[in-house]
């Protein structure tokens, strides 16, 4: 069964205190895999698409890296408003859905 | 800037009530889903649908259905309400083809079913 697995389900962290996030998946065969940043009481937003192994993007304070079996969202120096919810979701080949982990919940003290 | 805006942010209802859940987006997307978001399970999709008057079921759509007459307006319709349909429910948007395409969400209708 395809599935979305993200862990930690919730990380605390200091300002500054550098740490990663991730994406565990299990498809047939892997058309995109997303990260998206979910502030409480709000949708997601969208973040990184990422498509091969071995690919990276960056976004200020973020980095997400991916293998053929997971993903991960690097935190780098963290401020209290990183604070939010990560979902990773993943597209497979020859299908329409896009599958959803659970999320991680990152918060930030100052 | 993609829009997708939603129709209420808070709604509560009675069991047995027929529930209209209104969503459009203003970027011409071909795209559209209906999610719903609980605790510890992520967004299940619901329905999509890939042009005007399609529509195709999703993971979970029992108890639901879907309306898309125009192209921007995405409708979710609760046929008869029940407690355990008390979640968020979220719309999103994409453009054609959907591969590779991020999805743009609106922010949210909290319901709640007494």
């Known amino acids: 069964e395809d599935q979305v697995t993200q862990s930690p389900e919730a990380l605390r962290l200091q300002e500054g205190e550098s740490s990663s996030l991730n994406c565990s998946y299990t498809?047939?065969?892997?058309?995109?895999l997303f990260w998206y940043r979910q502030d409480p009481g709000k949708g997601p937003e969208f973040l990184f698409t990422?498509?091969?192994a071995g690919e990276e993007k960056e976004k200020e304070r973020l980095k997400a890296t991916l293998t053929k079996k997971e993903s991960f969202l690097h935190i780098t120096a963290p401020k209290p408003e990183d604070s939010a919810t990560y979902l990773c979701?993943?597209?497979?080949?020859?299908?329409?859905?896009?599958?959803f982990g659970a999320g991680t919940r990152l918060f930030v003290k100052a | 800037d993609v829009k997708v805006t939603q129709s209420s942010r808070y709604l509560v209802k009675r069991t047995g009530e027929k529930v209209f859940l209104e969503c459009v987006q203003d970027?011409?997307?071909?795209?559209m889903f209906w999610y719903r978001q609980d605790p510890g399970l992520g967004l299940r999709l619901i329905y999509f649908s890939y042009d005007v008057k399609m529509k195709e079921k999703g993971d979970i759509p029992e108890g639901y259905s879907v309306s898309r007459e125009k192209k921007e307006r995405f409708s979710l319709i609760l046929e008869s309400a029940s407690t355990n349909q008390t979640s968020m429910y979220l719309c999103?948007?994409?453009?054609?083809?959907?591969?590779?395409?991020?999805?743009?969400f609106g922010p949210g209708t909290r319901l709640t079913v007494l």
């Open positions: 970027m011409d997307h071909e795209n």
């Open positions: 990422l498509y091969s």
């Open positions: 498809v047939s065969g892997l058309r995109g």
């Open positions: 999103a948007s994409s453009s054609r083809p959907q591969i590779h395409n991020e999805q743009f």
């Open positions: 979701a993943v597209q497979e080949t020859g299908g329409f859905k896009t599958i």
